[in-house]
């Protein structure tokens, strides 16, 4: 389990920029493979900065396992990603609404979601 992983997440309250690209970098580094920076076009903040990851499974069942098992840990974590189920395959997209980007505690609950996975 990394050291992101072993840390919970901050509740967000406004008020902070995202972080920047120098910022991400070393966050993203300590992440396992397979996570990504991608950008989306929101409504309320234009350009948003999102971590995503596909994990995959066997079957329909096993991912969907898996997502209820990630939707279970948010709600602890009060940190609610986007999560698509399809046949074998888990996607997580997670970022920080309330700023309309990144924070700390996205890259904390991406590890997370590592740790909870790989067990």
């Known amino acids: 389990m990394t050291q992101l992983a072993q840390r919970e997440c901050v509740p967000c309250k ?58 279970e840990m948010a709600e602890q974590q009060r940190h609610h990603p986007d999560l698509h189920v399809s046949w074998g395959r888990l996607g997580v997209e997670v970022w920080t609404h309330k700023i309309g980007g990144l924070t700390e505690s996205d890259f904390v609950f991406a590890a997370k979601c590592d740790a909870l996975l790989s067990r």
């Not at 993203?28 to 499974?57: M, N």
Request: proline residues 7%; without cysteine.
């Open 14 to 71: 406004g008020g902070v920029p995202p972080l920047d690209q120098v910022q991400i970098a070393p966050l993203l580094a300590q992440l396992a493979p397979g996570w990504q920076i991608v950008e989306r076009d929101d409504s309320k903040h234009g350009h948003v900065k999102a971590l995503e990851r596909a994990y995959t499974f066997k079957d329909f069942a096993q991912a969907m396992q898996a997502a209820v098992r990630i939707g």
